[in-house]
């Protein structure tokens, strides 16, 4: 673990086992133990560490841009915009790549 985390420890008052499970594992998850075990659990290259860190900042800075001016007041953002998927007509494509090659389909 890293030098500046410190151990977390909790105290079962009155047999109160459930309550003192519920402390721990917010001490744990506040100290940063976890995430640091998930981090060292398999090796990063030095480049590849730059690269998500840049591309977080540059997500946070995007995110950051739209919400400013959604509070400025431009109703024009779509935050959550999903792509429109292209409805093809099967038959009429088939039968274009077949009379491509000079051949006709039988119905």
């Keep these: 673990m ?5 151990k977390v420890s909790v ?4 047999g109160d086992i459930a309550k003192a499970l519920k402390i721990f594992k917010k001490r744990v998850m506040d100290s940063g133990h976890l995430m640091e075990l998930r981090d060292r659990k398999e090796y990063t290259k030095p480049k590849t560490a730059r690269r998500k860190e840049k591309l977080d900042a ?22 959550f915009t ?9 038959e009429k494509s088939s039968e274009k790549t ?3 090659y000079g051949l006709k389909m039988e119905k």
């Excluded at 890293?2 to 410190?6: M, N, V, Y």
């Excluded at 400013?68 to 953002?77: L, M, P």
């Design 2 to 6: 890293a030098r500046h985390t410190t």
């Design 11 to 14: 105290e079962v008052r009155k």
């Design 58 to 79: 540059i997500r946070r800075n995007q995110r950051e841009v739209l919400f400013d001016k959604w509070e400025a007041g431009d109703n024009t953002i779509n935050l």
């Design 82 to 90: 999903k792509k429109k998927q292209k409805v093809q007509n099967t």
């Design 98 to 100: 077949i009379e491509n």
